[in-house]
């Protein structure tokens, strides 16, 4: 939602009102325990309430890059790698 308003507001357009509903399908098996443990997400649903006198167009316009430039979005769709690092009392520790 942020970047909706963030996009709206460079396009100069009102946005009067926009709620967001996300749902997120979760997955997590193995054992703690056993070191085994694996999360996953299968998917993510996002769900947009916007109102606005705009042009539908120019509303479309604005959706679009707030897709296209929301960070959290953009790393799931292209994941990275994640470089970790640890330090125990004050050492490096590897794990």
Known sequence: MTQIAR???????EISNVKGYIKLNLTMTGSVLAETIDASA???ETNFVVESDADPDTIRSILRNARRGCWARQMI???????????????????
């Open 42 to 44: 299968s998917s993510v």
């Open 77 to 95: 769709a292209k994941p990275i790698p994640f470089k970790d690092t640890l330090t125990l009392n004050g050492e490096s520790f590897e794990f």
């Open 7 to 13: 996009y709206a507001q460079f396009k100069k357009v």
